[in-house]
Nanobody, 122 residues
Framework: QLQLVESGGGLAQPGGSLRLSCAASRFTLRYYAFGWFRQAPGKEREGVSCITSGSTNYADSVKGRFTISRDNAKNTVYLQMNSLRPEDTAVYYC?????????????????WGQGTQVTVSS
């Protein structure tokens, strides 16, 4: 069974950093695009970043602050989040789609993790 498990969320101060991990069980990473999404209370789920074997992309709101990466040997996708802001507070989800291209639309992803809470507050 294909499974995604996120970890690394928590509480950070404004300007601080967190690194999220997404462990992908039984995936062959190179055949999949992986996205990070987030959902704040009362808001729709939004795309944060996505990675394929050959490319990455980012939402404008996180460009220059967040970095997505993948370690095929460890079957893990990461999201390094720096210069965190209170508006980054949300539940963050890892998702996968069997494609060589990214998508900003949650409906186009086939597999989802359970989510991890990120709270940015002083």
């Amino acid at each position: 069974q294909l499974q995604l498990v996120e970890s690394g969320g928590g509480l950070a101060q404004p300007g601080g950093s967190l690194r999220l991990s997404c462990a992908a069980s039984r995936f062959t990473l190179r055949y999949y695009a992986f996205g990070w999404f987030r959902q704040a209370p009362g808001k729709e789920r939004e795309g944060v970043s996505c990675i394929t074997s050959g490319s990455t992309n980012y939402a404008d709101s996180v460009k220059g602050r967040f970095t997505i990466s993948r370690d095929n040997a460890k079957n893990t996708v990461y999201l390094q989040m720096n210069s965190l802001r209170p508006e980054d507070t949300a539940v963050y989800y890892c998702a996968a789609r069997q494609s060589y291209s990214c998508s900003d639309y949650p409906a186009e992803y086939d597999y989802w993790g359970q989510g991890t809470q990120v709270t940015v507050s002083s």
